[in-house]
């Protein structure tokens, strides 16, 4: 069986594509897909059929003037003169389509054509950087104080945090503030939608692309855009960027601020079609050249062509929240540190009277709390952190740790919990929405990342006064606050940060510091987040 667990698209086969251009073969579509529209509008032949795999209600219909029909309809052509394209989601029902298809014949598949993966060239790309600088040079009416935030989905990282904190400074700034993301289903309550709309921010949600089938082809202004950047965005891109274009064209915001990279693309191509004046894009912690596999669509080498074209069209600025991630962004893009500004991240902190979590857990309201809040991925080296707090607990028995997140290592890391001696004293506890309620419990927060920009769980412990211990890396260096009972320790010297723990907690400092937390008030407040975005775009009038 083919392994498609991580493949959105087969590799493209030049010989069945060239036979079904000539006309050799025919094309038939197989799954009536949300991204059918999409499809049908970048392929360069045409579909005699689409096939519901499932024969249901749908055959016997007509789509986008193409016939829906059930798979038995395969009996009536030789294997050599048709290719199925999968249109349904490949890596959840490939193996099973692949698997129905071979009961008809050995008929060969592909997935849809976009011509930016399957025959990506330098032409192409000069063409839609032409496309974008002439389209630059348009500007539509906007409302003065309108801004637009896009963020792909507002789940529980620190992107959408940040993204969240920058909405509430903005109101406090006097903005109307709307933000553009894709509803996340898996979700049944979503905290930051709450917290948004008790600020008065408009929510819009992109709307599938199924949803928008009766109106794709009757929107005077998006079905031309469609046809433009068809060739060059994958069709989920294309729908976000025509879907936040129009919601754009209706508002006319006079800002867009998009973080994290699909949405940088979204956002920006739909601002720079809709006319907008200023727009800002926000990187990652470090390139996406150091950790690639964090890229959802848009892969690497288009990204850097996308963003180095960005920085050099008037009223764009691209952004990240650390100076390690300036030094990481310009290294990627050949730029100039220089020429990528830094806005550091933004906390609010409250904290929460009660050990509630301790109680839920079991542990003693007198117990020493060790906690890690991380996602459980390669660059916060989540099993070291493991090592680390259980080499302290052998020296520390009344004390317990507590490991909030969750990630691709999960499995790793409960099973080297297992190995250790203390790991009755070990929580692993999932990811968490009341995040100060569980920080106020602990005595310290400790953070083993290999790789960081501005870590929001350190601003977030430094904010309501827990000191921190965590490794001396550069995104670290710009956030902790070290003359507050912080300390940073050179990754990898894992026995000297075993010995600065068990310092911190047998002192008779304070738990909570009252330095530490008017400081982090002083510079780090939404308000200050939203000042200093909204002066990127005053230094780029300026020329600085």
Same mark, same amino acid.
């Given at each position: =069986?083919?392994?498609? +667990?991580?493949?959105?698209?087969?590799?493209?086969?030049?010989?069945?594509?060239?036979?079904?251009? *000539?006309?050799?073969?025919?094309?038939?579509?197989?799954?009536?897909?949300?991204?059918?529209?999409?499809?049908?509008?970048?392929?360069?032949?045409?579909?005699?059929?689409?096939?519901?795999?499932?024969?249901?209600?749908?055959?016997?219909?007509?789509?986008?003037?193409?016939?829906?029909?059930?798979?038995?309809?395969?009996?009536?052509?030789?294997?050599?003169?048709?290719?199925?394209?999968?249109? *349904?989601?490949?890596?959840?029902?490939?193996?099973?389509?692949?698997?129905?298809?071979?009961?008809?014949?050995?008929?060969?598949?592909?997935?849809?054509? @976009?011509?930016?993966?399957?025959?990506?060239?330098?032409?192409?790309?000069?063409?839609?950087?032409?496309?974008?600088?002439?389209?630059?040079?348009?500007?539509?009416?906007?409302?003065?104080?309108?801004?637009?935030?896009?963020?792909?989905?507002?789940?529980?990282?620190?992107?959408?945090?940040?993204?969240?904190?920058?909405?509430?400074?903005?109101?406090?700034?006097?903005?109307?503030?709307?933000? &553009?993301?894709?509803?996340?289903?898996?979700?049944? @309550?979503?905290?930051?939608? /709450?917290?948004?709309?008790?600020?008065? @921010?408009?929510?819009?949600?992109?709307?599938?692309?199924?949803?928008?089938?009766?109106?794709?082809?009757?929107?005077?202004?998006?079905?031309?855009?469609?046809?433009?950047?068809?060739?060059?965005?994958?069709?989920?891109?294309?729908?976000?960027?025509? $879907?936040?274009?129009?919601?754009?064209?209706? @508002?006319?915001?006079?800002?867009?601020?998009?973080?994290?990279?699909?949405?940088?693309?979204?956002?920006?191509?739909? /601002?720079?079609?809709?006319?907008?004046?200023?727009?800002?894009?926000?990187?990652?912690?470090?390139?996406?050249?150091?950790?690639?596999?964090?890229?959802?669509?848009?892969?690497?080498?288009?990204? /850097?062509?996308?963003?180095?074209?960005? %920085?050099?069209?008037?009223?764009?600025?691209? +952004?990240?929240?650390?100076?390690?991630?300036?030094?990481?962004?310009?290294?990627?893009?050949?730029?100039?540190?220089?020429?990528?500004?830094?806005?550091?991240?933004?906390?609010?902190?409250?904290?929460?009277?009660?050990?509630?979590?301790?109680?839920?857990?079991?542990?003693?309201?007198?117990?020493?709390?060790?906690?890690? &809040?991380?996602?459980?991925?390669?660059?916060?080296?989540?099993?070291?952190?493991?090592?680390?707090? *259980?080499?302290?607990?052998?020296?520390?028995?009344?004390?317990?740790?507590?490991?909030?997140?969750?990630?691709?290592?999960?499995?790793?890391?409960?099973?080297?919990?297992?190995?250790?001696?203390?790991?009755?004293? &070990?929580?692993?506890?999932?990811?968490?929405?009341?995040?100060?309620?569980?920080?106020?419990?602990?005595?310290?927060?400790?953070?083993?990342?290999?790789?960081?920009? =501005?870590?929001?769980?350190?601003?977030?412990?430094?904010?309501?006064?827990?000191?921190?211990?965590?490794?001396?890396?550069?995104?670290?260096?710009? $956030?902790?606050? $070290?003359?507050?009972?912080?300390?940073?320790?050179?990754?990898?010297?894992?026995?000297?940060?075993?010995?600065?723990?068990? +310092?911190?907690?047998?002192?008779?400092?304070?738990? %909570?510091?009252?330095?530490?937390?008017?400081?982090?008030?002083?510079?780090? *407040?939404?308000?200050?987040?939203?000042?200093? $975005?909204?002066?990127?775009?005053?230094?780029?009038? %300026?020329?600085?």
């Amino acid at each position: =069986m083919l392994d498609l +667990s991580m493949k959105h698209a087969l590799p493209f086969d030049a010989l069945l594509h060239q036979e079904l251009l *000539s006309g050799k073969r025919k094309a038939i579509a197989w799954g009536v897909a949300g991204n059918l529209y999409y499809h049908v509008l970048q392929s360069p032949y045409p579909f005699i059929a689409i096939i519901d795999g499932l024969n249901g209600p749908q055959v016997g219909q007509v789509l986008f003037d193409i016939p829906i029909v059930g798979p038995n309809v395969l009996d009536n052509y030789p294997v050599e003169e048709i290719v199925i394209v999968i249109f *349904s989601d490949l890596q959840q029902f490939g193996g099973q389509i692949i698997e129905q298809l071979a009961h008809y014949g050995d008929y060969p598949y592909i997935t849809p054509y @976009v011509e930016a993966t399957c025959q990506p060239s330098e032409i192409l790309q000069q063409k839609l950087e032409r496309l974008i600088r002439d389209r630059r040079t348009h500007r539509l009416p906007q409302v003065v104080q309108r801004v637009v935030l896009y963020i792909q989905f507002l789940v529980k990282g620190g992107a959408e945090r940040q993204m969240v904190l920058l909405a509430i400074g903005l109101r406090q700034l006097g903005w109307e503030v709307h933000l &553009i993301s894709v509803k996340n289903k898996e979700l049944e @309550v979503n905290h930051w939608e /709450a917290l948004l709309r008790t600020h008065g @921010v408009e929510l819009y949600f992109v709307p599938s692309a199924r949803e928008c089938w009766p109106n794709l082809q009757l929107e005077e202004n998006s079905y031309p855009l469609a046809n433009q950047l068809a060739p060059f965005f994958e069709p989920g891109l294309l729908h976000c960027i025509l $879907t936040a274009y129009r919601y754009m064209q209706r @508002v006319q915001p006079k800002l867009v601020i998009a973080y994290l990279e699909d949405g940088n693309v979204i956002a920006s191509m739909a /601002a720079i079609f809709a006319g907008v004046e200023q727009i800002i894009i926000s990187g990652r912690c470090v390139a996406p050249s150091e950790f690639p596999e964090y890229l959802a669509v848009y892969d690497e080498p288009r990204l /850097a062509a996308y963003y180095r074209l960005m %920085t050099e069209l008037p009223g764009i600025v691209l +952004s990240v929240n650390s100076m390690a991630g300036a030094q990481s962004y310009a290294r990627w893009l050949n730029l100039s540190e220089s020429g990528i500004p830094v806005v550091k991240n933004a906390v609010m902190a409250k904290r929460v009277e009660g050990q509630v979590p301790l109680q839920q857990l079991g542990i003693p309201l007198s117990a020493k709390i060790l906690m890690g &809040i991380m996602r459980l991925s390669p660059e916060k080296s989540p099993c070291r952190f493991i090592e680390v707090v *259980s080499s302290v607990l052998a020296k520390q028995p009344q004390a317990h740790v507590i490991l909030i997140g969750d990630g691709p290592l999960r499995p790793e890391v409960t099973a080297c919990i297992a190995q250790q001696p203390c790991r009755d004293r &070990i929580h692993l506890v999932g990811v968490k929405d009341n995040i100060f309620e569980w920080l106020s419990c602990a005595n310290l927060l400790i953070s083993t990342s290999s790789h960081e920009g =501005m870590s929001n769980v350190i601003l977030e412990a430094q904010a309501i006064g827990c000191p921190v211990v965590a490794t001396d890396i550069p995104g670290n260096r710009e $956030t902790v606050l $070290t003359e507050f009972s912080c300390d940073l320790i050179p990754y990898g010297e894992w026995d000297l940060m075993v010995e600065k723990i068990v +310092s911190l907690l047998m002192g008779n400092g304070e738990k %909570t510091s009252v330095g530490l937390v008017k400081k982090m008030s002083e510079h780090y *407040s939404p308000l200050i987040l939203a000042e200093k $975005t909204l002066a990127l775009t005053n230094k780029q009038q %300026t020329g600085e």
